[in-house]
Structure formats: structure tokens, C-alpha cells
């Protein structure tokens, strides 16, 4: 079993390694985005609405971090690219939700492809033990940085 120095050491090079794969992520997302003709935040609510389908544009803007005048900016240059659509609610017209167009997602995980396909190549030299440990501390990393962000948007400093 690891000292607790040990372990500690080996969980800061975990953090330090997972610091450089967000950062190779982020600039892909950069590039795919200037690909595309859009920006970063584009491709994130893009992501979002992929997630949870559609929503509104308050709803998307919280979910990004954008006000609602961005939110709706944003909404019209995605929509504008044909990447997202906007259908008003039958029994209240005053409700406008945001969809994600089905040739938007198809644009936009083209690029994406190789990585995905190269991300399986990877995982493959795991057992499924490890993989299922794997997968135990990502989505519990998830549920941290959801609880940081949440802490984060209430104007509260992110919880030890």
C-alpha cells in the first residue's frame, strides 16, 4: 500500500497530467471552432444542447455562462451557420426553444472524429476493471466541478 507522501505525489502528477489534457482540449475546441466559423463557446453550447436537447436560451446561457443578450447572440450566429434552430412553444408563442440541427452535430463531430476514434484506441489497453475505475473517478470529478461551478455562479469562493 502507497505512503500517504506516495499517494500524494502520485495524485498530483494525476492533477498535472489532467491540467495538460484540458488544456489539449481546450485548444482543439479553439480549432475546431475556427474551423467552423465560430468560437469556442459555440461549440460548448452545441455540446450542451447534444447533452440535454432542446432548451431555451436562458436556460443555454446559464448552462455556458452567458448572459442573455450574449446567450441570444450567440443562439443567432449558431443558428445563422444552420447549427442550431429556433421553434416557439404551440401553447405559448412568447417561448422560443433552441434545438441543435441534426446536420449541425454531423458538421461539427466530423471533426471530432479522429480524436474519438484515437480516445477508443487508447482506452483499449485497459481492462474493464480499470476501465470502470476510470470511469468511477471521472464522473466523480464531474459532480466536483458541477458543485465548484455552481459555488462559482452564486458568487461564493469554490468549495474546499
Known amino acids: 500500500m502507497e505512503t500517504s507522501s506516495a499517494g500524494s505525489a502520485a495524485s ?3 492533477i498535472d497530467a489532467i491540467t495538460d489534457w484540458v488544456q489539449q482540449l ?3 475546441n479553439a480549432l475546431v471552432a475556427a474551423g467552423s466559423d465560430l468560437i469556442p463557446t459555440d461549440l460548448h453550447c452545441l455540446h450542451v444542447l ?4 432542446p432548451t431555451t436560451t ?3 446561457g446559464e448552462q455556458v455562462g452567458l448572459s442573455a443578450g450574449a446567450a441570444s447572440r450567440m443562439i443567432d450566429r449558431l443558428e445563422s451557420t444552420g447549427f442550431v434552430e429556433r421553434s416557439r412553444d404551440i401553447s405559448d408563442r412568447r417561448k422560443v426553444t433552441v434545438s441543435a440541427t441534426v446536420s449541425g452535430l454531423q458538421r ?3 471533426a471530432y472524429g479522429g480524436l474519438t476514434a484515437r480516445t477508443r484506441q487508447d482506452l483499449e489497453g485497459f481492462s474493464a ?3 470502470d475505475v476510470l470511469m468511477r473517478f471521472v464522473a466523480q470529478s464531474v459532480r466536483s466541478v458541477e458543485a465548484a461551478a455552481t459555488s462559482l455562479a452564486a458568487g461564493h469562493p469554490s468549495p474546499e
Open 12 to 14: 498530483d502528477r494525476l
Open 26 to 28: 481546450i485548444r482543439m
Open 50 to 53: 447534444q447533452q440535454t436537447g
Open 58 to 60: 436562458g436556460k443555454l
Open 108 to 110: 461539427a463531430g466530423a
Open 129 to 131: 476493471s480499470e476501465l
